[in-house]
């Protein structure tokens, strides 16, 4: 079986149709054999609850013939022109790129892509976090109580996300088509690399960490270009770019790490309510400002707490919903 033949399994199941036995061997055995076949599953199942899950009445013949259609007009460069008696023009161009971009074949017409592509939303619930796959075979690891948009096909000549929150790009270096991450009070321009973006709603400053690579950060006020091992930070509020020489410590999430330098307590609790989504409170109101380093390897909330404890004398008091850090006494004192 081509691999075509397991994406129209996959719509066939998102449809709701029952597989016969040996169609469902084969679909998990082509699922297990490879990561990116688990990759595609799981974009296929994004765009389905996001965008394409109007058109669940297209049978699947006839979306393997506008699959057969589509993919002739691209080879031939011509815009897609695909028609059906049962559903609109641009409904059918959805399902067409959506199932196509699953087959590969992205690289063959980005030149001719449509502005009206369906967007993807991806959206983590706090204390989670989800790895996404771009049309283009960059990636992203979007942080929890974070929203990413992107679309289904990216434009000729830019690739363009939207970003409110936190994610890790890795981004394939296309030289005739930079890619774009667009937050509040900032744009983020690159070619191909490696770099975190924070622009949580909830904070006064984005930030922007590179890892390898060149970025280059805008906003309403003024332009860096940073280089491996530097972030910028915006201040929302005067548009002002601030050049550091080191990433911050926490920019290194995705790693399942957590560090903290000299961070101080009511900021660290922010970062640890959102990587582990559930709130942390401290109650003493002279504790907020007490300064914290620690470095936990592998995040566990277990781990956190305990040091949190030890080094500044806490009375944990953790329910179902929430923690609060009692009484304590500041180190730095």
Request: hydrophobic residues 45%.
């Amino acid at each position: 079986m081509s691999k075509q033949d397991f994406i129209l399994l996959l719509y066939k199941q998102l449809r709701g149709e029952t597989l016969a036995a040996d169609e469902k061997t084969a679909l998990q055995n082509w699922l297990e054999a490879a990561p990116q076949n688990r990759q595609t599953e799981a974009q296929l199942i994004a765009l389905w609850q996001n965008t394409l899950s109007p058109i669940q009445e297209v049978p699947v013949h006839e979306l393997q013939e506008a699959l057969q259609t589509l993919k002739a007009n691209i080879a031939a460069q011509n815009k897609p022109a695909l028609s059906s008696r049962h559903a609109p023009k641009k409904l059918w161009w959805a399902v067409a790129a959506a199932f196509l971009l699953a087959l590969g074949a992205f690289g063959l017409w980005k030149t001719n892509s449509p502005s009206n592509a369906p967007w993807v939303m991806v959206e983590v619930p706090a204390g989670n976090r989800q790895q996404v796959l771009f049309p283009d075979g960059s990636t992203a690891q979007v942080n929890g109580g974070s929203k990413l948009r992107y679309p289904a096909v990216f434009s000729a000549g830019k690739r363009i996300v939207e970003l409110e929150g936190e994610a890790y790009f890795q981004v394939t270096h296309r030289a005739e088509q930079v890619f774009q991450v667009n937050v509040a009070d900032a744009t983020i321009t690159v070619l191909g690399t490696r770099f975190n973006v924070r622009a949580f709603p909830t904070e006064v400053k984005n930030e922007v960490s590179l890892f390898s690579g060149k970025v280059r950060v805008a906003s309403e006020s003024q332009v860096l270009e940073l280089s491996p091992g530097q972030a910028a930070i915006v201040d929302r509020q005067s548009k002002a770019l601030e050049l550091l020489s080191a990433p911050p410590a926490a920019a290194e999430w995705f790693k399942g790490s957590l560090t903290f330098r000299q961070e101080q307590l009511a900021t660290a609790m922010q970062e640890l309510s959102k990587y582990f989504g559930k709130p942390i409170a401290i109650v003493e109101p002279g504790m907020q400002h007490c300064r914290w380093t620690a470095n936990f390897p592998k995040a566990e909330l277990r781990a956190v707490l305990k040091n949190l404890e030890t080094t500044y004398g806490f009375r944990i008091e953790e329910n179902t919903d929430s923690i609060r850090l009692n009484g304590g006494k500041c180190m730095d004192k």
